[in-house]
């Protein structure tokens, strides 16, 4: 019983920055890992970042690395996604996810199937 809303997508240039929130519910968010992924038309949804329960930890897909940067705030229970230097390739609907099967784990998880519920997701397209 947790849910996630994203918001911030929008229509930007290339090289425009974007950040992403995602709203959770429940106490239960300061406990869990939290990741955000991607779907572009025609594709699978893809990793992007995750980050442990405390903050600590983060992992990125190589794509956005040192472009795109995951953080949480427990007490707001929210997790964000600051993403600067986009690129068209970066289109897509984000998506934010919870793992709450395990808590305060220090084990990323990068797979779909490894997050249990999710937001509605939220558009991100960069175009010239």
Known sequence: QVQLVESGGGLVQPGDSLRLSCAASGRTFSRNAMGWFRQAPGKEREFVAAICWSGGITAYVDSVKGR?????????????LEMNSLKPEDTAVYYCAADTK???STVLRGHVWDYDYWGQGTQVTVSS
């Open 68 to 80: 795109f940067t995951i953080s949480r705030d427990n007490v707001k229970n929210t997790v964000y």
């Open 102 to 104: 395990r808590v305060m």
